[in-house]
């Protein structure tokens, strides 16, 4: 009985909890609700935990005015709307679909929310986003990079970054520029992926691309995220011997290939990474000795601070909230969407879906209020924005720097590679 | 579909396998000890080998001590960790149904897990500057030297069990206690600390392999998972209760995933080693050296 | 397998208060939709009963037979890819395809079955999950069913023929509810059926149930058959609600595990135990991910963890046990 007693206190508390802790709404009149969505828990927590605290620095400089070179900046709040501040409702998607889409049906229907923002993996944005269409809802994604999500031809869904193709596209326009620079010749490729739909997408990208370009595909090697070695994947690799080695790849999984291909003596001449791990500032502040020389797209790159006063002012505000992580990739992309959501809603100057979705559809941001190197945000018909222009990176001394394309290189390519053995 | 590599890509993957294995047989070590004892399979065990890791890595950011120089320490707080698990949960649900002690072990994993995220976020983490690591060649042929200590670790932590359990006295009563729970209380032997023994010594078992793991993997909450796994098909495979079935099984593990890696393909490479257990305890339901 | 999971749960007269209880019990839940308009409650309501189906079918074979699988999402995702591929591919009618998928789901699991049934106790369930990580891994990689890129179903106007109901969500409702009602019944027909007593037999005591004449090898396949069709039943279900699916989320150990998990916390071997769980951890999860989910501190899980620890520890035999406790006192 003594057990049943303490079982049932148990669950009288838990009770309680439930009911006390009941959503507590704010009061304010003048309030623009925006539902953000990305996975918090799980292995990609650190990913959404980083989103949403750029989030918060933008609505920081949106609803408190900052000195920036921002046209939201100017004015506390949004001043189409006069003056209404936005407040965001964060979920933890755990990085399932099924709850992606609870969620987006919740923040719609509950917590009034006008539009939608997320979802990092592609497959909770593509249940997510599914419900925003079927609702009505403008729908703004900053960072899943699968090419089938704008081709779904739906009409609330809007995406400002590049997608796979775009990113793989500058990989091989590189290849060739650099041959001609260095009168070099490659004649085979190695793409290595993991097997979710990122690393699936880019690999199929990429391979469509070498045939399109004229490079042999050496090895397509898809392996099992979140493995616990990779000596088959590089002993594979080193078989193949291939002139570029394209990995595409999470950051645990960039940290073991890196720690693997040096173990194992693998000596590609050129590395060129899909982002992803290779961009996360935990493996630039950590492997960025081991990985010198390696090569990743990106559609962000700190080291352009010196042509956008914006990066450092930003980077500056987001370094508080994040205990010292730089702004990167991921964070740089939120930013510059729910910039691009915000200005939308200002247009708009109205709560009214329909409107947001007009003035999403006439956005035009030019690339001076941009932390990224593209020439502006526009969306065509599909929602895809078509102002994107991915870069490429090098690591050299421990840091990024932009090499690729040549106009915005603030550093020369190294290639080849140094092998493990000659590195000190 | 099949490949055959070079001769040199063949032996390191060997090598590499044999390498990898001997710490997956560590691991599992800890977990058969403790389903001989008591048969209780510990699903919280990954979280212990995670809960290891970050000791080392905490010790080497705060202190600057070495993965190499904390294990005592990595394996004694483990040791803490295993006695209070059993103390504060598996004494309780000794005799209940097999699927509350499940339960019960695996709300312990989740709990470690998300206790490890609160504490330390869910950031990748490393140890940056280790005494031990690069490449060593070995015949030759470039092999990691952080796995190559590892495992030679390994075998030594596996040559102390052996030892302890055959040899010495508390070896003996342990080792009664695993064959005759009833049979040895009647002997005089205090089957409760026996128990609570070998939690500690299971625990720590995987608190060396967490320290000797954390010099050349990343850390972070969900680390234990990828490990789990393979740690209770190593078990299962060498026969639960069979120390030296986990140290075949772990070997046979780790070439058995690089060489279908290799000659098939990466991506098959875990159902290589899923088929291979599933046929081998279709065959001997009772695994390698499993006793019933 | 030392002890037997749960006392025998033999049919008690009830008391006529109890009667009035259970009436009303089923009709709140049949009220429930009509009660909360709100697409997300109902969207609970729904998941609760998806779950609800899926733990009573586990319990079909792990608590009656007492054979511990976890590898359950296998059956989820056969039943969740059978359908959608025949949509897909042959425009067969998502209501015919469900019917398929328990039908290749059941196939299969005989087929899974007849092998590992040789195993006891922990070899068993560990083999269960190196099948349910072959199987997901072989979904990853088959470009035929999407591979890991997952299927997308059409979005159609609402109609019971195309089983999108979009706008009156509740029609979801009552058909999960319809289909975890069938399993219900069924598990409820078995605890005083012949097959009932075999399975139960099984469980206690394999070698005694063998040497009395009971086939149990054949009574196992029985069992495991009717549950992997209903766990198929249920994927189909997933596959039409949610129109895409991708072997992350119809395979994952996380589900088998889950499954599990609210019959554990329910009671297991119980006829209301699989409800008792779903409506009780499902929501709480629900909660506890929208109250802390969204600060990153993984607080969520860590109560869900404690919790389930606590329970697991306290009251091994659910809560189904603890009711009857306290009715017995």
Same mark, same amino acid.
Request: hydrophobic share 35%.
């Given at each position: 009985m003594r057990q049943a007693t303490r079982m049932a206190a148990v669950l009288a508390i838990l009770g309680l909890l439930m009911i006390a802790g009941g959503p507590a709404f704010a009061g304010q009149p003048k309030e623009v609700v925006i539902g953000v969505l990305y996975p918090m828990t799980g292995p990609s927590a650190q990913i959404g935990i980083d989103a949403v605290n750029m989030i918060k620095v933008a609505l920081d400089i949106i609803n408190n005015?900052?000195?920036?070179?921002?046209?939201?900046?100017?004015?506390?709040?949004l001043p189409g709307l006069g003056g209404a501040t936005i407040r965001v409702v964060a979920v933890d998607t755990q990085g399932k679909a099924d709850v992606g889409q609870a969620e987006a049906e919740r923040l719609i229907t509950q917590e009034k929310a006008i539009a939608l923002f997320g979802a990092y993996q592609s497959a909770v944005t593509t249940t997510a986003s599914q419900v925003a269409e079927r609702m009505g809802i403008p729908f703004m994604n900053a960072d899943s990079s699968s090419p089938a999500l704008t081709e779904r031809g739906y009409k609330w869904f809007f995406r400002t970054s590049p997608h796979d193709v775009h990113f793989s596209q500058v990989m091989f326009e590189f290849m060739k520029d650099l041959e001609k620079k260095r009168n070099v010749q490659f004649k085979t490729v190695a793409i290595l992926n993991e097997d979710t739909t990122f690393g699936t997408d880019s690999a199929k990208a990429q391979e469509d691309l070498a045939k399109q370009f004229g490079y042999t595909v050496a090895a397509r090697i898809p392996f099992r995220s979140g493995t616990t070695s990779l000596d088959a994947e590089v002993g594979r690799l080193k078989s193949a011997n291939a002139d570029v080695f394209l990995p595409s790849l999470y950051t645990s999984d960039a940290i073991l290939l890196t720690r693997t291909m040096r173990n194992l003596d693998y000596n590609p001449k050129l590395l060129i990474a899909q982002n992803a791990g290779y961009t996360d500032p935990k493996f630039v502040t950590e492997m960025g000795k081991e990985a010198e020389g390696a090569i990743t797209r990106a559609p962000f790159s700190l080291d352009l601070a010196a042509k956008k006063p914006l990066i450092p002012a930003i980077d500056a505000m987001f370094k508080k909230l994040s205990g010292g992580r730089d702004m990167a990739d991921v964070s740089a992309r939120a930013f510059t969407a729910f910039m691009t959501l915000a200005d939308a809603i200002n247009r708009a100057e109205s709560t009214d879906p329909a409107a947001i979705q007009k003035a999403l559809q006439t956005t035009n941001i030019p690339p001076d209020q941009l932390v990224m190197p593209w020439t502006g945000v526009q969306f065509d018909a599909k929602g895809q924005n078509i102002g994107v222009r991915a870069i490429l990176q090098q690591m050299q001394g421990g840091a990024y720097s932009t090499i690729y394309p040549f106009d915005l290189a603030t550093k020369d390519v190294i290639y080849p590679v140094p092998a493990w053995s000659q590195r000190k | 579909m099949l490949q055959i590599p070079s001769a040199e890509v063949l032996i390191q993957g060997i090598m590499n396998g044999v390498l990898m294995g001997c710490l997956y047989a560590l691991i599992a070590a800890g977990l058969s000890l403790i389903f001989g004892l008591m048969e209780i399979v510990n699903f919280a065990h990954g979280e212990f080998l995670m809960l290891g890791m970050y000791t080392a890595f905490w010790m080497y950011t705060l202190f600057g001590l070495d993965p190499l120089l904390s294990v005592p320490i990595c394996a004694a707080a483990l040791f803490l960790l295993g006695w209070l698990t059993h103390k504060g949960i598996i004494r309780r649900i000794l005799g209940g149904p097999m699927l509350a002690q499940i339960f019960a072990t695996f709300g312990l994993g989740i709990f470690l897990r998300a206790a490890a995220q609160f504490l330390w976020t869910p950031d990748f983490r490393q140890i940056a500057h280790p005494l031990v690591q690069g490449p060593v060649k070995l015949f030759g042929i470039s092999i990691g030297l952080a796995q190559l200590v590892a495992s030679g670790a390994s075998l030594a932590a596996f040559a102390v069990l052996y030892w302890f359990i055959t040899r010495t006295e508390a070896g003996a009563a342990l080792e009664a206690t695993a064959q005759d729970r009833q049979a040895a209380a009647l002997m005089g032997i205090n089957t409760e600390r026996m128990f609570t023994l070998g939690w500690g010594i299971s625990s720590a078992c995987v608190g060396i392999a967490g320290a000797f793991l954390a010099s050349f993997f990343y850390v972070f909450p969900y680390v234990g998972s990828l490990f789990a796994l393979i740690a209770y098909v190593t078990v299962a495979l060498g026969g639960f209760g069979s120390i030296l079935g986990s140290l075949v099984a772990g070997i046979m593990i780790g070439v058995i995933e690089v060489m279908a890696g290799l000659l098939i393909a990466p991506a098959f490479k875990y159902v290589a080693v899923f088929l291979i257990y599933l046929i081998v305890v279709l065959i001997r339901p009772q695994g390698l050296f499993g006793k019933f | 397998m030392a002890s037997p999971a749960v006392p025998f749960d033999e049919p008690r007269p009830r008391r006529i208060g109890e009667r009035i209880l259970f009436v009303l019990l089923l009709l709140a839940i049949v009220a429930y939709p009509l009660v909360f308009p709100l697409p997300y409650y109902r969207d609970l309501g729904i998941k609760i009963l998806l779950y609800a189906l899926l733990a009573q079918a586990w319990n079909i074979l792990? #608590?009656?037979?007492g054979q511990i699988s976890l590898g359950h999402a296998v059956f989820f995702g056969v039943g969740a890819y059978t359908s959608s591929v025949l949509q897909l591919s042959a425009g067969w009618s998502p209501w015919v395809g469900l019917a398929a998928g328990m039908l290749v789901a059941a196939v299969f699991s005989v087929l899974i079955g007849y092998p590992c049934f040789r195993l006891r106790g922990h070899y068993f369930a560990i083999a269960t999950i190196a099948v349910g990580e072959i199987v997901h891994t072989l979904a990853i990689n088959w470009e035929f069913i999407g591979g890991a890129r997952g299927l997308t179903l059409p979005i159609q106007p609402d109609s019971l023929a195309a089983f999108q109901f979009y706008k009156s969500k509740y029609i979801y409702y009552y058909i999960i509810l319809a289909l975890a009602a069938l399993c219900f019944l069924i598990t409820w027909h078995l605890e005083r059926s012949r097959l009932g007593y075999y399975l139960r037999g099984i469980r206690e005591d394999p070698v005694a149930a063998q040497s009395v004449g009971i086939p149990i090898t054949r009574y196992k396949l029985i069992a495991m058959a009717l549950s992997a069709a209903f766990v198929a039943a249920g994927g189909s279900f997933y596959a039409q609600y949610l129109l895409y699916i991708d072997p992350d989320s119809v395979f994952p150990l996380a589900l088998s595990i889950m499954i599990c998990l609210l019959v554990v916390v329910g009671g297991v071997g119980t006829l209301w135990g699989p409800l008792v769980g779903a409506a009780l951890m499902i929501p709480l999860s629900e909660f506890t991910r929208i109250q802390f989910g969204g600060t990153g501190s993984a607080v969520d899980l860590l109560i869900y963890g404690g919790l389930l620890t606590i329970v697991a520890v306290?009251?091994?035999? #659910?809560l189904v046990g603890l009711f009857r406790r306290l009715r017995r006192e």
């Open positions: 005015g900052a000195n920036l070179n921002l046209p939201l900046a100017k004015s506390k709040g | - | 792990a #608590g009656y037979c306290f009251q091994p035999a #659910g």
